[in-house]
Structures are given as C-alpha cells and as structure tokens.
C-alpha cells in the first residue's frame, strides 16, 4: 500500500445529517464535535469503520473541472491543516457543499463524518490525514435481551461497521498539487454516484506508477478485445495467447518499457504498428499521455489481473482455460460429424 493508517488516531470528529433535496429535507447539523473517550470501544470501532476499506491503490488529486481556487473541498481542508481550531466550522462548509451537490434522485439522505485523523504515514511521512463519510444504507441486527428466566428477541436499525459506503482520505503532502487522496464509493458504477467523486470531491487521477500501470493494462486488454480480435479474422486461440502475453510480461517485470514490450509481447511488425495507432487513439479518447517508461505497480497488475480473461467457451458445453503456451492447442474441424474441436497436448494432470 502507498500509505499507512494501522498506527492513526481521531483527533477530532463531527457528524452531521445530510437531506435530500429530492424529499426537500435539509440538513440537520450537530452543535458541537463528539467527545471520544479513551476508555470507550467506540474510538476503535470508528477507526475500523473508517479505514478498514481502503484497499484501492490508486491516489487521486483535488481540483476537478473547477481547478484548486474553486474546489471548496481543497479550500476546507488546506484550512483546517494549517488551522485545526477551523475544523467544526469547515465541517458545517463541507456538508452544505455535499448537500448542494446531490441532486441525483436516487442519492440518499444519510450521516456525514468528518475526521482529523493524526499519526498517518504516507511517502515515508508521517502526516495528518482528513476523512469525509458518508454513510447512506441502514441494516437490521436482532437484539436478544435477557429477561428473568427467558430470553427476549428486539431489534435494531444500524450501520455495519464493515460496509462503508463513501469516504475519502486527504493526506497533507502534495499541497500545490491537490493533496493525495484516497477513494472509497460503493456504487461507483452508477450514475448518481458521479456527485461523490467528481461534484463533490472534484478527484482528478494521481498520474504516478499506479496511474500509468492501470492505464497501460487498460490499452492492451481493449487492444486484444477491439483490434487484436476474431472480428480481424485472428484466431480466438491467438488472442487468448496474446491476453496471456500482456499481463504476463507486467507479473514478471518490474519496470515497464515499451521498446522491450513491444518486441516480447507485440512481436510482428503489423501488430506493433496496430498497437501504436490504438495506443493514440486510446490516449486522445481518455485524455492521457502514457510514459514509456514507469516502475510497473504490482498492487494495480494483481487488481486487474481478474480482468484478463484467458477462457474459451465452447458452447454451453466447456470452458478451456489457457494460461500457458498455445502451441499445446489446436483448432480442427470434424467432418464426420460437422462440428469444431480443440486438441490439447499435456505432460500430467492432477
């Protein structure tokens, strides 16, 4: 991981209700931050609630369309670093901005957190860290309650300290740049998510290994499945190989040169000219510029991994998954009985 919080503690913590502007309710707002007892559980549980999620190697800046003068969040929290007597009065400026934001239908109305957290290692640093929560989703528990000679069955709505919806983390380094921050969204695939990252927060990728590791990976897995594809008369066998191929050579690197992955992994001249063109087309589309040369992230290649799928699927009969050399299969047609068939050559199996 890029950064450390097993060691973090709250310094301080306030929690707001968010409305809906789609049932017209406002915000209700706490008067002052909770006070956390040393002796409690609940500063334990909070951190696990919190922090446990953050798992996402990816790093994000603040600034977005409006730039780093118009982002309130960047505004909010360069203050309260500088200032943390700011905090309470900064959490009340965030929520009205995260309520003004949140025009999707389907956002919910929900509890805001705000936290300081202190003792935070980052790019072996050791820095103060802002959390903002939401939590929007309620779960049941039964409660059992012991009565004088039975027991009784209550229950109650709650959070599950496992499930954290929304949060971020705004790392104190990177001032000039946005901060570092770190995401968590739930329901990032949808589209009343969107307020949460970009209305909100206005996160901008962190272009470091991560960033250009993950976009990489990206260009070769839509490369295999646009261009280098059965739609191009290339054998689905092949494009399996060539699949294996890419995500092999990032397993077993750790420096990335596109010189070197062009000739182990591209190999013939019309493949590398075809990679090429994508490769521009891909970075005009999404607004990029890949380096050729970056430290290959080992956390982003064991992400995306699971997106590189090896397998071919035969009917509703078989699924062949190839993950090795593809001499040891062959494509053939049987007359006799009108149907294609694969043949494959092995040593053992177990």
Same mark, same amino acid.
């Given at each position: 991981?890029?950064?450390?919080?097993?060691?973090?503690?709250?310094?301080?913590?306030?929690?707001?209700?968010?409305?809906?502007?789609?049932?017209?309710?406002?915000?209700?707002?706490?008067?002052?931050?909770?006070?956390?007892?040393?002796?409690?559980?609940?500063?334990?549980?909070?951190?696990?609630?919190?922090?446990?999620?953050?798992?996402?190697?990816?790093?994000?800046?603040?600034?977005?369309?409006?730039?780093?003068?118009?982002?309130?969040?960047?505004?909010? !929290?360069? !203050?309260?670093?500088?200032?943390?007597?700011?905090?309470?009065?900064?959490?009340?400026?965030?929520?009205?901005?995260?309520?003004?934001?949140?025009?999707?239908?389907?956002?919910?109305?929900?509890?805001?957190?705000?936290?300081?957290?202190?003792?935070?290692?980052?790019?072996?640093?050791?820095?103060?860290?802002?959390?903002?929560?939401?939590?929007?989703?309620?779960?049941?528990?039964?409660?059992?309650?012991?009565?004088?000679?039975?027991?009784?069955?209550?229950?109650?709505?709650?959070?599950?300290?496992?499930?954290?919806?929304?949060?971020?983390?705004?790392?104190?380094?990177?001032?000039?740049?946005?901060?570092?921050?770190?995401?968590?969204?739930?329901?990032?695939?949808?589209?009343?998510?969107?307020?949460?990252?970009?209305?909100?927060?206005?996160?901008?990728?962190?272009?470091?290994?991560?960033?250009?590791?993950?976009?990489?990976?990206?260009?070769?897995?839509?490369?295999?499945?646009?261009?280098?594809?059965?739609?191009?008369?290339?054998?689905?066998?092949?494009?399996?190989?060539?699949?294996?191929?890419?995500?092999?050579?990032?397993?077993?690197?750790?420096?990335?040169?596109?010189?070197?992955?062009?000739?182990?992994?591209? !190999?013939?001249?019309?493949?590398?000219?075809?990679?090429?063109?994508?490769?521009?087309?891909?970075?005009?589309?999404?607004?990029?510029?890949?380096?050729?040369?970056?430290?290959?992230?080992?956390?982003?290649?064991?992400?995306?991994?699971?997106?590189?799928?090896?397998?071919?699927?035969?009917?509703?009969?078989?699924?062949?998954?190839?993950?090795?050399?593809?001499?040891?299969?062959?494509?053939?047609?049987?007359?006799?009985?009108?149907?294609?068939?694969?043949?494959?050559?092995?040593?053992?199996?177990?």
């Amino acid at each position: 991981m890029l950064f450390d919080i097993i060691n973090a503690d709250i310094e301080q913590l306030v929690i707001h209700r968010i409305g809906s502007r789609t049932d017209n309710t406002e915000n209700v707002y706490s008067q002052q931050c909770v006070k956390m007892e040393e002796e409690s559980p609940i500063p334990f549980l909070l951190k696990q609630y919190f922090l446990a999620s953050f798992r996402e190697p990816s790093l994000y800046h603040l600034g977005g369309v409006k730039g780093l003068s118009g982002n309130i969040v960047y505004q909010s !929290a360069s !203050a309260i670093f500088d200032n943390p007597a700011l905090f309470y009065e900064h959490s009340r400026i965030l929520a009205a901005s995260l309520y003004e934001n949140s025009s999707h239908p389907q956002i919910k109305p929900g509890e805001f957190y705000l936290t300081l957290f202190e003792g935070v290692q980052i790019f072996d640093q050791t820095v103060k860290c802002l959390g903002i929560f939401k939590s929007e989703n309620k779960e049941t528990y039964l409660k059992i309650c012991t009565g004088e000679n039975s027991f009784d069955v209550n229950y109650e709505e709650g959070i599950n300290i496992r499930k954290l919806d929304k949060g971020c983390l705004i790392f104190d380094v990177e001032r000039e740049k946005g901060f570092a921050v770190s995401l968590i969204d739930k329901v990032s695939k949808h589209n009343e998510a969107l307020f949460w990252k970009e209305d909100f927060l206005g996160l901008e990728d962190r272009q470091d290994n991560n960033f250009f590791t993950h976009n990489y990976l990206n260009v070769c897995k839509e490369f295999v499945n646009d261009v280098f594809s059965p739609a191009n008369d290339v054998p689905r066998t092949e494009q399996i190989d060539m699949l294996n191929r890419s995500i092999n050579y990032f397993k077993d690197n750790t420096l990335f040169d596109e010189g070197k992955f062009e000739q182990e992994v591209l !190999a013939a001249p019309d493949v590398v000219e075809a990679f090429k063109q994508f490769k521009e087309f891909y970075e005009d589309q999404n607004s990029v510029s890949l380096n050729e040369e970056f430290k290959i992230s080992p956390d982003v290649v064991k992400k995306e991994n699971k997106s590189f799928k090896s397998v071919l699927k035969l009917d509703k009969n078989f699924h062949v998954y190839v993950h090795g050399n593809r001499r040891f299969i062959e494509k053939g047609f049987d007359q006799s009985r009108g149907l294609h068939y694969y043949k494959l050559y092995f040593e053992c199996e177990s």
